[in-house]
């Protein structure tokens, strides 16, 4: 009496075992490409989170352009109250940031504000900077959003060794030497950033 071909149940069970180790081992691998591409898609949308916001703020503010009296406007600070009597200021200043997105060269336009309870982030590459480096195709422009900001309350340090913290900002001309960014989260404790202009050149 001839015996059938089969497999037995060992060879079953390490069957099983090795699929179910490549099947998670494949998952991983798209999942990891998925929440990267997430990442950046959101990073792209301007969903960011607030270390993006740090980061890019913080470029930003460090490398700003000095100005000079008499000039454009470099840096202007709106400082205001929102409806909910939360500080609600916004910030516009002009920088050559030193590291992705805003690059090393080209001159940006930066803007922070807050509405409702998200803070807004927006930078534009100037035309001037463009030309300069005879780029004939300008970087695009940077959003990032951070969502549960219930304040956004900017102090900025005076120019010279004798300058005082102050929360208005009345030379548009001439950048701070210094400033403070502190945001009131909802649910969680608030969080400050404080940059030094030229931090490299002016420990």
Do not use: K, N
């Amino acid at each position: 009496m001839r015996r059938r071909a089969a497999f037995t149940m060992v060879e079953v069970l390490i069957a099983l075992v090795v699929t179910g180790m490549m099947a998670g081992l494949a998952y991983a691998a798209s999942a990891a490409g998925l929440a990267t591409q997430d990442q950046l898609d959101r990073y792209q949308d301007g969903a960011g989170s607030e270390a993006v916001v740090r980061a890019l703020l913080a470029d930003a503010v460090r490398h700003q352009v000095t100005g000079v009296r008499g000039g454009s406007d470099v840096f202007v600070l709106s400082d205001r109250v929102a409806a909910d009597g939360a500080p609600a200021d916004s910030m516009h200043l002009t920088t050559r940031g030193m590291q992705a997105p805003l690059g090393a060269s080209d001159a940006w336009a930066v803007d922070a504000w807050r509405r409702g309870d998200t803070l807004h982030l927006e930078a534009h590459p100037l035309a001037e900077g463009a030309r300069a480096t005879g780029t004939t195709v300008a970087p695009a422009p940077v959003r990032a959003r951070l969502a549960g900001v219930r304040g956004f309350d900017v102090q900025l340090l005076g120019r010279g060794p004798v300058a005082a913290w102050r929360p208005d900002w009345p030379d548009g001309d001439v950048a701070p030497d210094a400033v403070v960014v502190t945001l009131a989260h909802a649910g969680r404790p608030g969080s400050r950033l404080l940059v030094r202009r030229g931090l490299e050149r002016a420990p």
